[in-house]
């Protein structure tokens, strides 16, 4: 909240909403004081986000969002109040105050963040003096011999990590905490130190990342990382007697080129390195930070802190996969290029683009993973809706080399000759399965489809169809009814979901309480317990078993039948039998394919914990629903009679809609359901 008086009063008086959005999110004049651009706060393809300039707020009409420009910058950036505030003042070149926050907590979190991108700071000019040393020879001939001037390395700030593993720690151990500089991502640490990673460190000890162990002896993929500190052997000079819990710290990056990463706001939030070495052991050739309190790999583009603006200008980027092409493209005078800085391509970092623009050339290796990545790339960037064309280089040509070896103006030609979209895609099912039999027809389409269907548009599809007919010699009316088929099953899947959505609460609890157990097994005797009316309830142990409980419910009283659920409680009723005192996965029991996919739907949006109240109100509002179900059913065959119909029939059916009548008023005090005749 800004008050009249406050510092963040002020900076909201003076900061234009439309222009601080307008740094991320592409705006459009949209009619009187409004400006409209795609959400970047959830996925859409039409604008819906809109931006009041008189009144200074914004609203989105798809996902609701809405605030003032703090509120914006605080959601964007994942920040604070206070570092919104910070950071739109600095935006404005306004004269920082001290900060303040709201709690220690949020206090303590700053702070840190603050120390990690100081720590940054300070990393990136170590490195960049240890290139000028005698030490850094080799890494400056190796950076000479890449096609790199003294302006283009101290444009991207290129630095070199000397091969010990102590003396960038030595460099910052006295202005910064033990905690900041194990949750840097510069360090690694060995097991044998008494103290304990913090939290958040053995948090990130188990996210995915592209990093190797501590010593860097072995590399560690994506998707393989270790969950505990493994005890490393450092490298000769890491072995002295260490004097206190400091020296069990050293430098995670060591004899390597280093690549700063730095944020869309031109901050420096991370490293790659790349080695020296040609000893195996040195680890991966390159190397990049872990995630930490200011990175996330999935969010970031190499290079869009000086991109931006460039691709703003020219209306496209040129997306290429690792820093030395890119710095190489940037170098040859191409400024509007960005990376993923060789990871995987993700949603996040497409709708990050396309703040700044849908139109994007993408320069990808030619090899195998090459084009592997560039089908994973095409489809995320077809599915926000890019214009996209695709620069595939000669064999054997990344970026990097060919513009070393053909020059700038080789490879602006190459631009001008990029293939649309789709053209590659054909191209590459004509390589892959040459159209000289029907059955290698049939296998170029089956690839082509899945990517057809991406595309929303069924004009754009239709011409599509035309096009692959004609290249890969079919029929285009067969090509087409495929596609009908293809839309049709699109359709018949979002009813399906439609239909899940009408899924009740009390179902998804029962279903949750059916899966919650390892070991479900057929109902006994001693499960049940009689009521005054004979009827069997829940059963009241003194430690609550959801699936026991449920099976029994359902079991005896039938409450799932005729509902949406009804055949995969049946299948998980069925678990219980016949897997009797196993374990079991939930999610593969004997089920249909979509009532695993609705099982998986359920399991994963939990909002509350599963109780023995949360199971008893839904198993009443379950008997509510086959109540009132039965009741329409009455009512129904009373108003089917005749005037000459027997009265006693009538008599026994008033009386039973009466008593269910009553019943529903009290579901949980009820007699047995009355069943359907």
């Not at 990093?211 to 072995?239: H, I």
């Not at 089908?375 to 280089?393: A, H, P, Q, Y």
């Not at 439609?498 to 009740?504: G, I, K, N, P, R």
Request: charged residues 30%.
């Amino acid at each position: 909240m800004a008050n009249p008086g406050d510092f963040a009063y002020t900076v909201k008086q003076q900061a234009d909403i439309v222009r601080i959005v307008g740094d991320y999110v592409k705006l459009r004049k949209a009619g009187g004081p409004n400006f409209s651009g795609l959400c970047p706060f959830h996925a859409e393809k039409t604008p819906s986000f809109t931006v009041q300039a008189t009144q200074q707020f914004y609203y989105c009409f798809g996902c609701h969002e809405s605030g003032d420009v703090f509120k914006f910058i605080q959601k964007i950036e994942n920040i604070t109040f206070p570092e919104a505030v910070r950071l739109i003042a600095q935006k404005l070149n306004i004269p920082l105050p001290k900060a303040t926050y709201a709690t220690e907590g949020e206090a303590k979190e700053a702070r840190l963040r603050g120390q990690i991108l100081d720590m940054h700071e300070r990393a990136v000019a170590f490195f960049q003096e240890c290139l000028r040393r005698p030490e850094g020879a080799q890494a400056r001939e190796y950076l000479k011999g890449r096609g790199l001037n003294d302006e283009m390395i101290a444009k991207f700030r290129i630095g070199y990590a000397p091969d010990s593993g102590f003396q960038l720690r030595d460099r910052l151990k006295n202005d910064f905490s033990e905690e900041a500089l194990r949750e840097s991502g510069l360090f690694s640490w060995k097991q044998e130190d008494s103290r304990q990673p913090s939290a958040i460190s053995r948090q990130q000890s188990a996210t995915p990342t592209d990093s190797p162990d501590d010593n860097g002896s072995r590399p560690t993929t994506n998707d393989q990382r270790p969950t505990t500190f493994e005890a490393t052997t450092p490298e000769p000079d890491a072995r002295r007697p260490a004097p206190d819990s400091r020296s069990a710290i050293y430098s995670k990056f060591r004899n390597r080129i280093m690549f700063p990463i730095s944020s869309e706001a031109g901050k420096v939030i991370a490293f790659t390195g790349r080695t020296l070495s040609t000893d195996e052991k040195a680890g991966p050739k390159y190397l990049n930070s872990p995630e930490t309190a200011i990175y996330s790999k999935s969010k970031v583009l190499f290079n869009l802190d000086l991109a931006k603006e460039w691709i703003r200008k020219f209306d496209y980027a040129i997306l290429v996969e690792g820093q030395m092409d890119c710095i190489s493209v940037f170098a040859a005078g191409f400024h509007n290029v960005i990376a993923s800085s060789g990871t995987a391509f993700t949603e996040l970092q497409a709708r990050l683009l396309g703040r700044f623009s849908k139109n994007v050339l993408v320069n990808f290796d030619p090899d195998t993973a090459g084009a592997k990545a560039t089908e994973r790339t095409l489809g995320l960037l077809v599915e926000e809706e890019f214009n996209i064309k695709v620069l595939t280089l000669e064999e054997g040509f990344d970026p990097d080399l060919f513009i070393r070896r053909k020059g700038r103006d080789a490879y602006a030609n190459a631009q001008r000759n990029a293939q649309k979209y789709f053209d590659y895609l054909i191209e590459r099912a004509r390589q892959q399965f040459p159209p000289r039999s029907a059955d290698s027809k049939v296998k170029a389409v089956n690839y082509l489809l899945p990517h057809i269907q991406r595309i929303p548009s069924r004009i754009v599809r239709d011409e599509l169809a035309h096009e692959i007919a004609q290249k890969l010699q079919i029929d285009s009316s067969i090509l087409r009814q495929e596609l009908r088929h293809v839309a049709t099953s699109r359709a018949a899947s979002a009813v399906k979901a439609s239909a899940e959505a009408q899924v009740t609460e009390a179902e998804k609890v029962l279903i949750r309480a059916l899966a919650s157990a390892h070991q479900m097994r057929p109902l006994t005797d001693d499960d049940r317990v009689s009521a005054r009316d004979g009827r069997r309830e829940i059963v009241k142990d003194e430690e609550f078993d959801p699936a026991r409980q449920a099976a029994f419910v359902l079991e005896t009283e039938g409450l799932h039948r005729g509902l949406a659920t009804e055949s995969l409680a049946e299948s998980l009723l069925n678990v219980g039998a016949n897997f009797a005192a196993s374990n079991w996965d939930v999610l593969e029991v004997p089920a249909t394919e979509p009532d695993r996919r609705l099982l998986a739907a359920i399991l994963l949006k939990e909002d509350e914990d599963l109780t023995a109240q949360t199971l008893e109100a839904a198993v009443k509002a379950l008997r509510r629903i086959h109540l009132r179900r039965r009741l329409d059913q009455l009512q129904r065959e009373l108003k089917a009679l005749g005037p000459n119909a027997d009265l006693r029939q009538k008599i026994a059916l008033s009386e039973e809609v009466r008593r269910i009548t009553l019943a529903l008023r009290d579901p949980g005090q009820t007699g047995q359901i009355p069943a359907a005749s």
